[in-house]
């Protein structure tokens, strides 16, 4: 059964990078089938998408964060990260990676969420 | 892209059927049968319960059905029990690699 994990800082300065990275165990991240997805939350509040990435390095991303944000995807290590740049207070969110079905633009599978703070 | 439009909560008593909507535009849902829902409880991850439309993954209740009309996606659940109590989102391709998620609706009960 594929898994994904996020991993990284849970604390991050205002005007620095948020950097996120999401395992994948169970399943390879070059599956053709698939697309690999950033997907955040605010507190108390609904679902946005980031953006995501194909195993070739195809990305994309929403239009409202497309100006900071950035998707790789390392095979060799079976991962895919996340960078957001200049972040602010209002970027702090629950981050989950989820797998994306290409057939049906559907996320299928999700990580447990990474709790991201942004604060001095 | 708009996120689309969902009632912001939604209350019926166990047993009984409630039905959520999800109001896109042309674009989204009225354009493509690419309409996914999610069930979220509180501190958890979103779970998928219904994909393109009325399709239901493997091992998720058959109480949970999703159509659609036109530009509004609906998620119906029947038989309404203690568990069903969650938040539920739903989700639209929106043409040229996008997605959009709806502001999602609390399911309680009365």
């Known amino acids: 059964q594929l898994q994904l994990q996020e991993s990284g800082p849970g604390l991050v300065k205002p005007s620095q990078t948020l950097s996120l990275t999401c395992t994948v165990s169970?399943?390879?991240?070059?599956?053709?089938?698939?697309?690999w997805s950033w997907v955040r939350q605010h507190p108390a509040r609904g679902l946005e998408w980031i953006g995501y990435i194909y195993f070739s390095g195809s990305s994309y991303y929403s239009p409202s964060l497309r100006s900071r944000t950035s998707i790789s995807v390392d095979t060799s290590k079976n991962q895919f990260s996340l960078k957001l740049t200049s972040v602010t207070a209002a970027d702090t969110a629950v981050y989950y990676c989820?797998?994306?079905?290409?057939?049906?633009?559907?996320?299928?599978?999700w990580g447990r969420g990474a709790m991201v703070t942004v604060s001095a | 892209q708009s996120a689309l439009t969902q009632p912001a909560s939604v209350s019926g008593s166990p047993g009984q059927s409630i039905t959520i909507s999800c109001t896109g535009t042309s674009n989204d849902v009225g354009r493509y049968d690419l309409v996914s829902w999610f069930q979220q409880h509180p501190g958890k991850a979103p779970k998928l319960i219904i994909f393109?439309?009325?399709k239901r993954p493997s091992g998720v209740s058959p109480r949970f059905s999703g159509s659609k009309s036109g530009s509004t996606a609906s998620l119906t659940i029947s038989g309404l029990q203690a568990e069903d109590e969650a938040d539920y989102y739903c989700c639209s391709y929106a043409g040229r690699w996008f997605v959009v998620f709806g502001g999602g609706t609390k399911v309680s009960f009365l």
């Open positions: 169970g399943g390879s991240v070059s599956s053709d089938d698939y697309y």
């Open positions: 989820a797998r994306l079905v290409s057939d049906t633009s559907t996320f299928d599978i």
């Open positions: 393109d439309v009325t």
